[in-house]
């Protein structure tokens, strides 16, 4: 019997795994999550969620002609939409976790209702259509047993409520927290950066200081905690009421920081509004030649040129490092027409490595989402100059995407340049245009080049050369 590639972090739950079979996603389902599925469909809310978006289109598949060889233990299969763009929570702005929350939590709720309940609480079971958050994961819905607690509720702190309460009440990014800890924040973790002060705050005491107090006094006995707690008795009305009243706190958490380093770049840079009128142009030009599947708007900031590309690309996704930039156009994108813009918190000088088990639990962005063309808008001075990378090496990090791309060169008269460059005079002598082009003409044909009208910055349309 031939084997089936699961999908990466599918392993998680063995009663449900996910394979990819000719671009299309399916779901094998074990006995007992088929019965969880079952009773799933013939909800109410089930249909509703789908009908808006915020559940992953899904159907039972009746013939498997054609679909691989399965394991016998997988007595039925289940297909879904697929997502466009797997992102992860280390790759989000505060905004997107925190409507990923409320998604979770209203999910929750309306599956409380008509007796079922989620057996987990992680933001990898969202992913995102554009700015839309969908549930994804079927399986982790299952028939509520009488008696049960929010079994998800630790998990949901780890991953989403302690990550938002660090980025609210203490401006510190949970990007970094999460990308190095994939099971979240520790109780005792966040307890240890809270100051005093910070248990008058919303949830601190009741979700940070209590459940820490609990997980030092258990973690060390042999009790089973589980049915500790189930012979203690929850009351469905009882979890529906802490599982409201957590909804409330997250809906209440803002980040409110002051303005960033390239929050307000289109206020501070050194375009001429003609530089801008023209650059805007060359990409409405490129993008307009064909439709494309997917397009990379590297240090997007606003994202004026995502929403120029967005308008014939299935999909685009604006990545930039200032988080403050990302969580205004998810603000802004959210409040537009144009919804197939997925914006996304990334440095690629410190690019997310694959992570989990064996590394392949949760890929590199690039092996998740190849691009058919990247945008580096004043990108590369800032890499090559900013963060010591080689100017070949830049080129050649183009070229492995295997993308199309439009790339600008900013000289060293240019006043964002030579702020670069004070202090850094030993990479001077190599960053000039006659050397960028030499190097991208190695690995790409040039089929545009216009120099913008100040004359310290030029544009480059290049085709990667195929071998």
Same mark, same amino acid.
């Given at each position: 019997?031939?084997?089936?590639? /699961?999908?990466?972090?599918? !392993?998680?739950?063995?009663?449900?795994?996910? !394979?990819?079979?000719?671009?299309?996603i399916f779901r094998c389902l074990s006995a007992d999550a088929l019965r969880d599925w079952q009773h799933l469909s013939d909800t109410t809310f089930f249909s509703a969620f789908v009908a808006d978006g915020r559940l992953i289109d899904t159907i039972p598949v009746d013939d498997r002609a054609g &679909?691989?060889? =399965?394991?016998?233990?997988?007595?039925?299969?289940?297909?879904?939409?697929?997502?466009?763009?797997?992102?992860?929570? /280390?790759?989000?702005? !505060?905004?997107? =976790?925190?409507?990923?929350?409320?998604l979770q939590l209203d999910l929750l709720l309306a599956a409380l209702d008509e007796g079922m309940t989620l057996k987990d609480a992680t933001p990898f079971n969202v992913q995102w259509f554009g700015v839309q958050p969908t549930f994804i994961d079927m399986a982790s819905f299952t028939i509520a047993e009488p008696g049960e607690p929010w079994v998800g509720y630790r998990q949901f702190c780890q991953l989403f409520l302690y990550p938002l309460l660090l980025q609210? /009440?203490?401006?510190?990014?949970?990007?970094?927290? =999460?990308?190095?800890?994939?099971?979240?924040?520790?109780?005792?973790?966040?307890?240890?950066?809270?100051? &005093?002060?910070? /248990?008058?705050?919303?949830?601190?005491?009741t979700h940070v200081y209590l459940l820490s107090k609990v997980q030092a006094r258990y973690q060390d006995t042999e009790r089973d905690v589980k049915t500790d707690l189930r012979r203690a008795g929850f009351s469905a009305a009882l979890v529906k009421n802490n599982v409201s009243r957590m909804r409330r706190l997250v809906d209440g958490l803002r980040w409110d920081p002051p303005d960033s380093t390239w929050s307000e770049y289109t206020t501070c840079n050194t375009y001429t509004d003609g530089d801008q009128q023209q650059k805007a142009a060359f990409v409405q030009r490129v993008v307009g030649e064909r439709r494309r599947d997917l397009v990379w708007d590297v240090g997007c900031n606003t994202g004026l040129y995502s929403r120029i590309a967005a308008e014939n690309t299935g999909q685009v996704v604006a990545i930039d490092g200032d988080h403050l930039a990302i969580e205004r156009l998810y603000g802004a994108v959210k409040l537009e027409p144009t919804r197939n813009i997925l914006p996304l918190v990334g440095n690629v000088a410190d690019p997310?490595?694959?992570?989990?088990?064996?590394?392949?639990?949760?890929p590199a962005l690039l092996d998740r989402a190849r691009p058919d063309l990247m945008l580096c808008l004043a990108l590369m001075h800032h890499i090559v100059i900013g963060r010591n990378v080689p100017l070949p090496d830049f080129v050649e990090?183009?070229?492995?995407s295997g993308a199309e791309v439009v790339v600008e060169f900013v000289t060293r008269d240019d006043p964002m340049v030579e702020r670069l460059l004070r202090?850094?005079?030993?990479?001077?002598d190599g960053y000039t245009i006659e050397r960028f082009e030499a190097v991208l003409l190695e690995a790409f044909d040039v089929v545009a080049k216009e120099p913008l009208g100040s004359g310290t910055r030029t544009l480059y349309h290049g085709l990667p050369r195929r071998s």
């Amino acid at each position: 019997m031939a084997a089936t590639r /699961y999908e990466p972090g599918s !392993f998680r739950d063995p009663a449900a795994r996910i !394979f990819r079979h000719e671009n299309r996603i399916f779901r094998c389902l074990s006995a007992d999550a088929l019965r969880d599925w079952q009773h799933l469909s013939d909800t109410t809310f089930f249909s509703a969620f789908v009908a808006d978006g915020r559940l992953i289109d899904t159907i039972p598949v009746d013939d498997r002609a054609g &679909l691989p060889e =399965l394991d016998p233990s997988w007595v039925a299969v289940l297909e879904h939409q697929p997502v466009p763009v797997v992102s992860y929570p /280390y790759e989000w702005c !505060f905004g997107m =976790l925190r409507d990923a929350a409320l998604l979770q939590l209203d999910l929750l709720l309306a599956a409380l209702d008509e007796g079922m309940t989620l057996k987990d609480a992680t933001p990898f079971n969202v992913q995102w259509f554009g700015v839309q958050p969908t549930f994804i994961d079927m399986a982790s819905f299952t028939i509520a047993e009488p008696g049960e607690p929010w079994v998800g509720y630790r998990q949901f702190c780890q991953l989403f409520l302690y990550p938002l309460l660090l980025q609210a /009440y203490k401006d510190v990014p949970f990007q970094p927290w =999460l990308r190095g800890s994939l099971e979240g924040i520790e109780p005792m973790h966040l307890r240890r950066v809270l100051a &005093l002060r910070d /248990y008058l705050r919303a949830g601190v005491l009741t979700h940070v200081y209590l459940l820490s107090k609990v997980q030092a006094r258990y973690q060390d006995t042999e009790r089973d905690v589980k049915t500790d707690l189930r012979r203690a008795g929850f009351s469905a009305a009882l979890v529906k009421n802490n599982v409201s009243r957590m909804r409330r706190l997250v809906d209440g958490l803002r980040w409110d920081p002051p303005d960033s380093t390239w929050s307000e770049y289109t206020t501070c840079n050194t375009y001429t509004d003609g530089d801008q009128q023209q650059k805007a142009a060359f990409v409405q030009r490129v993008v307009g030649e064909r439709r494309r599947d997917l397009v990379w708007d590297v240090g997007c900031n606003t994202g004026l040129y995502s929403r120029i590309a967005a308008e014939n690309t299935g999909q685009v996704v604006a990545i930039d490092g200032d988080h403050l930039a990302i969580e205004r156009l998810y603000g802004a994108v959210k409040l537009e027409p144009t919804r197939n813009i997925l914006p996304l918190v990334g440095n690629v000088a410190d690019p997310t490595p694959p992570l989990g088990w064996r590394g392949l639990e949760r890929p590199a962005l690039l092996d998740r989402a190849r691009p058919d063309l990247m945008l580096c808008l004043a990108l590369m001075h800032h890499i090559v100059i900013g963060r010591n990378v080689p100017l070949p090496d830049f080129v050649e990090w183009l070229a492995e995407s295997g993308a199309e791309v439009v790339v600008e060169f900013v000289t060293r008269d240019d006043p964002m340049v030579e702020r670069l460059l004070r202090n850094r005079d030993v990479l001077a002598d190599g960053y000039t245009i006659e050397r960028f082009e030499a190097v991208l003409l190695e690995a790409f044909d040039v089929v545009a080049k216009e120099p913008l009208g100040s004359g310290t910055r030029t544009l480059y349309h290049g085709l990667p050369r195929r071998s």
